[in-house]
């Protein structure tokens, strides 16, 4: 495998790791201050939403590695994200 090609999917698997992760870090799961655990509904909407940002992150991996600009990619993650996460970049805090 090429060196490049390695690194990006090196880099599709850090993006997809966070955002899998960064979300559940935004939750308020502090079940000691007395609040009653989720709901299996409850839990499955969760399920179903870090899924669909896992996916929005694949996409914006995949449009950056296509050679999208970043504002393109940006973009259409902040459209992918609308009501899933929170900040322009779908919960995920970036670093420029």
């Given at each position: 495998?090429?060196?490049?090609?390695?690194?990006?999917?090196?880099?599709?698997?850090?993006?997809?790791?966070?955002?899998?992760?960064?979300?559940?870090?935004?939750?308020?799961?502090?079940?000691?201050?007395?609040?009653?655990?989720?709901?299996?509904?409850?839990?499955?909407?969760?399920?179903?939403?870090?899924?669909?940002?896992?996916?929005?992150?694949?996409?914006?991996?995949?449009?950056?590695e296509g050679g999208q600009s970043e504002k393109t990619c940006h973009a259409q993650l902040?459209?992918?994200?609308?009501?899933?996460?929170?900040?322009?970049?779908?919960?995920?805090?970036?670093?420029?």
């Amino acid at each position: 495998m090429h060196p490049e090609k390695n690194g990006g999917m090196m880099m599709v698997a850090a993006i997809l790791a966070l955002a899998v992760a960064m979300p559940v870090f935004a939750h308020d799961h502090d079940h000691k201050k007395g609040n009653k655990p989720h709901s299996a509904a409850e839990i499955k909407k969760d399920v179903a939403d870090h899924r669909a940002m896992a996916e929005a992150h694949l996409n914006a991996a995949k449009c950056l590695e296509g050679g999208q600009s970043e504002k393109t990619c940006h973009a259409q993650l902040a459209k992918d994200c609308k009501g899933l996460a929170i900040g322009k970049y779908c919960g995920m805090k970036h670093r420029h």
